[in-house]
């Protein structure tokens, strides 16, 4: 119950965490969306987002998907930031980044997605699929 508890807890805090980033994204405010993204990312998942977005798809797999230290609700977390930054490469037009930032929040969706029970829907997951299936 305990555990059940602070997982509750850290959802809702990483709920106004993401109204901030929201926040400053609408005011096209990006230095301070990307402080808030970097101290997110640390704080919820102990990654640093710059390294993760960096890394190649064999390193990506490595270090994310096969990170024991990371829940399925860590992940989504992750995939909820990295998805924020790639809204942020095509408002800004930076094609390159967005092509590679957006194979990398497919995949890492994809395997929150295939990683679910059977009793277990995720409307944001599958949401988020589809429009970067687009």
């Not at 390294?51 to 990170?67: C, G, R």
């Not at 997605?113 to 699929?129: A, P, Q, R, S």
């Amino acid at each position: 119950m305990l555990k059940k508890d602070f997982i509750l807890r850290q959802l809702e805090e990483f709920g106004k965490v993401m109204a901030v980033i929201l926040g400053f994204k609408k005011l096209q405010n990006w230095e301070e969306f990307e402080k808030e993204i970097h101290k997110a990312s640390l704080k919820f998942t102990s990654l640093e987002i710059n390294h993760v977005e960096s890394l190649n798809s064999e390193a990506f797999e490595k270090e994310v998907f096969n990170n024991p230290t990371l829940t399925l609700d860590q992940l989504k977390i992750l995939a909820d930031l990295l998805f924020e930054k790639l809204s942020y490469y095509a408002l800004q037009n930076e094609e390159e980044k967005y092509k590679v930032l957006k194979i990398k929040c497919i995949n890492l969706y994809q395997f929150i997605k295939n990683n679910h029970t059977e009793n277990e829907f995720d409307m944001n997951v599958h949401y988020k699929l589809e429009i970067l299936k687009k």
